[in-house]
Structure formats: C-alpha cells, structure tokens
C-alpha cells in the first residue's frame, strides 16, 4: 500500500516554463488536494477535488491548473511559472465518510524551484 | 485573512517536562480541529484530532483541548521527548456547505526539545 506518491520529488524550472506535478494515490478516496508551504506561511490550500470529474479553488488558485479524470490521479499544472510559485508543495487524500473521515493523508512531497 | 492561525513559530522545552502548543481560529463553522506533525524532508503526518462537541480529546501523551467561546485550541504533549522535535501544525474544518470539508492550516510551530 503504498498512499499518497508525488513524483517528481524535486525540480528546477526557469521563469516561463511549464510542467505537471503528478499526484497518486491507492487508497481510493474520493477527496484529494494541493498544498504549498512556504516558510511562515504553513500549508496553504491550492486546489482541491471532491471526486472524479470534480475540482474547486482553495485559498491561493492562480498560477494553477488541476483537473480529476480518475480517482487515482490529481496533477497539479503551472502553465507559466514564476519565482513566486517557488515552494514544497503537498498532495493529500482522504475518504469522504466513514471513521477517520477527516484526516487527510500527505505525500512526501515535490521541492520546486523557480529561477 | 488567515482564518487559523499559530501565534508562535518556535518553541523550545527541555525533554521530561510538557510543551504546549496554540492554535486560534476565526471561523466558527469549523466543526472539526486537527493537529499535525512533520519532520524534515517529509510530508504532514496526523497526530490527533477533535471535535467541535469535545473540549478534550487524549491519546497517550498527547492531549487536545478545545475552548470553542474563545475560539483556542492546545496541544499538550507530556512528558516530551527529543523525537518530538519537529514542525506542528494545527488544521480545521467544517463539514457545512459552505466549506466542503476542506481543512485550512496554520502557519506551524517548530518544537525543540533538548535532551
């Protein structure tokens, strides 16, 4: 069982550049989000997907593209990046009912650097 | 408008005694409260949770407490131990419509605990 798997696990882009963060999980749950934590900022909420063909804007969207074609899979896509899109970002999953419902389970990780 | 917030970004006790770790929202839809814990290099993993109906929740060493009038909640780990060291982050959320059980998180507090 291996949980919540982010590839890649560190990237360095230029200014301009695109690319996908991929995110899979094999625990079948419906909810999965993105997060970036930023060092005095926490974890902030990017964008986030209720289940399968569904996906709604957190608390900081712009610069970011996801889409939910599977249960499996959430990419998280930056068209365009920026120096400001530099952080650690986070997958996480969870069920939508049932006990432990609300506890989101993480992947390791995706170090993405911007120059 | 950062919706939970920890006040302190660093705390440092000696190993033995307790740390108590703060958290305070603003949202009072929030009917669910979560404290996370992440160590370098490594995703958030789930430490403890509460409910909005619950002033105490306890697992082991670790205690949360709830004051829903003062919108506050703690994390008291007794006693601590130096494998406590890392990042702790608090999280809330709300099953309502207007908030599709999403969680926000808080900007975290690293603890230190010295041998």
Not at chain 1, 31 to 44: A, F, V
Request: with cysteine; charged share 15%; aromatic share 10%.
């Amino acid at each position: 069982n291996a949980g919540v798997t982010q590839t890649p696990k560190f990237q360095v882009l230029k200014t301009g550049q695109s690319m996908t963060l991929q995110c899979a999980q094999d625990m079948n749950h419906e909810y999965m989000s993105w997060y970036r934590q930023d060092p005095g900022m926490g974890l902030r909420l990017i964008h986030y997907s209720v289940g399968a063909g569904i996906t709604d804007q957190g608390e900081v969207p712009n610069g970011y593209n996801v889409s939910r074609s599977t249960t499996e899979d959430f990419p998280l896509r930056l068209l365009s990046a920026a120096p400001s899109q530099t952080s650690v970002y986070f997958c996480a999953s969870r069920s939508q009912g049932g006990s432990g419902a609300n506890v989101l389970t993480f992947g390791a990780g995706s170090r993405l650097t911007v120059l | 408008d950062q919706q939970v917030k920890q006040n302190s970004p660093s705390l440092s006790v000696q190993e033995g005694r307790i740390s108590i770790l703060n958290c305070d929202y603003t949202n009072s839809m929030f009917d669910y409260f979560l404290w996370y814990k992440k160590y370098p290099a490594e995703g958030p993993t789930f430490l403890i949770s509460i409910s909005s109906i619950k002033d105490k929740n306890e697992d082991g060493r670790f205690t949360v407490f709830l004051n829903k009038s003062a919108k506050h909640l703690s994390l008291h780990i007794v006693p601590s131990q130096p494998g406590d060291s890392a990042v702790y982050f608090c999280a809330a959320g709300g099953h309502g419509s207007s908030n599709t059980g999403k969680l926000i998180f808080g900007q975290g507090t690293t603890l230190q605990v010295k041998p």
